[in-house]
């Protein structure tokens, strides 16, 4: 299977998401969900790398490194996304939510040495105004909340998910995929947990069949899996142009939507879908680009 179909693999999964998180979250509190998804996810993986002994990690800097990926990518990640849906609207969460390959592609250039051409550039920003159009209907009707707030977890997880991918393709190759972010998730949950503990009743949780099918849902196939076949991606491709495809998340939505719940597309959106694409495209356009390691 070819890298870019990986990718659009793993944003249609990361879609599918959503969907799943609001079926969950009325049967149970918002940190002890997300906590039980990571943990679930990281045995998921940890469990047959045990089985089939695969390498762990051993060194202080890869636990080091695992434990801040976990921090980022699944406590902040996790956090910033299961609450700030009390406080801000859909289009809100999806503009800010996408400045992250923006955020990226900056760090990116420092750490890892990876730097856009003028067309990946261009890419990037077209890719994001696609986004704004797309989100601009919910924007336009926004109406009350608690915004500041609501805005500050959006930037939480934007920014622990930022990081973590720039780590992430920093160790990519270097532990197994199944180990390395199997640990992380379970690492992840534990903060999560420890958060809950003091913040929730984690024993509020009705054990229904929609909560159960959102839980597994969201912890094997959108966890799991997900985050099984990003590493692998990630010591193949530079991560400006994978992290690219993550403007297709919305755009994956858009069309669960249209096929699920008979949703129409109006012409604005269609053309900030347009854009995007465009935009994509332009990110991983034959070219000159640097980078600080072997891919």
Known sequence: MSHTAQIIIVMFLWAICFPL?????PHAPHLTFAAMRAFLA????????????????????????LGAIGLGATTLGF??????????????????ANTQPL???????????????????????????????IALPSLLS????????????????????????VLIRYMAGRIDALSAMGWQLVIGS????????FTEDMSAVTW?????????????PGTALAYWLW???????????????SFLVPIFGLAMGVVFYQESISVLTASGIILTVLGIVLVNWPGKKTTGREA
């Open 21 to 25: 998180i609001v079926m969950g979250l």
């Open 42 to 65: 990281g045995a998921a993986l940890l469990i047959p790398a045990m089985i089939m002994k695969r390498r762990q990690p051993r060194d202080l800097k890869s636990w080091l490194m």
């Open 79 to 96: 956090f910033g996304m299961f609450h700030a849906s009390e406080f801000v609207s859909p289009g809100i969460a999806t503009v800010i």
């Open 103 to 133: 955020m990226a592609a900056v760090l990116a250039a420092v750490v890892l040495k990876e730097h856009l051409d003028g067309k990946g550039k261009a890419g990037l920003l077209l890719g994001f105004t696609g986004i704004v159009l």
């Open 142 to 165: 926004d109406t009350g909340g608690n915004y500041a707030l609501g805005i500050f977890y959006i930037i939480l997880g934007a920014v622990g998910i930022t990081l973590s991918n």
């Open 190 to 197: 534990l903060f999560l947990a420890v958060i809950a503990l």
């Open 208 to 220: 229904n069949v929609p909560f159960i099918l959102s839980l597994l849902g969201l912890a094997l």
């Open 231 to 245: 590493y692998r991606v990630l010591g193949e491709v530079e991560l400006n142009r994978a992290n690219a495809f």
